[in-house]
């Protein structure tokens, strides 16, 4: 079985706990209007990867992992490639190694319980509280988020909330209460995540051709973000 990549981290130390090898798959089917990697959207860019060559790269990787390392595999939406991705958590897992699956909330599919049942920890997005302005961010509806998070407490998984914070979009006291309020829904929470929105990304998109729809908005100010995330509980 072949997936669809986008890229590879070999020492990733953002997208899940310890050092990990981090799979950015290729597609999308979200669009949101502060996406760092909008190359990573269509399904017909990025190279073919193996089961095998997934193996080989969690190898190369081992010796770094540790006890809390592993594997994550991103996007793009990884869960768009829900039934590779459970071959290759369950290869990986038959060889030792822990899996991770950052999920944008935004996709479900026949594949996608068995994707959250096979991994270890879920890094979950919160793009969005209210289904209005969730569309608005991500031009998708917020059902999936939904019906993810019943996957999720179904199967007992342990979570990462990740939370991209946007100046006027979402940068509010009452943004951060009704994101306290929202995740109470979900059972195992080992980390919530406030990531400040930066615009590092634009000029991919004037590379691409395509409109940055959040333009003049200025990076997060990392002071007013930890401020916000006192109002945190987790
Ligand atoms: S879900 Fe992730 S990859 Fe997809 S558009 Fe949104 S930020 Fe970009």
Known sequence: MKGRLHSIESFGAVDGPGIRTVFFMQGCPARCLYCHNPDSWGTDAGRD???????????RGRPYHGETGGV???GGEALIQGEFLIEAMKALKANGFKSAIDVSGTYVD???EEAIKTCDLILLDIKHTDPE????ITGRDMDTLFEIIDMINKHDKHVWIRNVVVPDLNDTEEDMIALNDFIKQIKNIDKVELLAYHT???SKYGKLGITYRLKGVPPMDGERLQELRKLIEY
């Open 72 to 74: 994550t595999f991103s």
């Open 49 to 59: 990867i193996e089961i095998d060559e997934i193996l080989h790269w969690a190898e």
């Open 133 to 136: 302005r969730f569309k608005i």
């Open 110 to 112: 026949e594949f996608t």
């Open 200 to 202: 590092m990304a634009v």
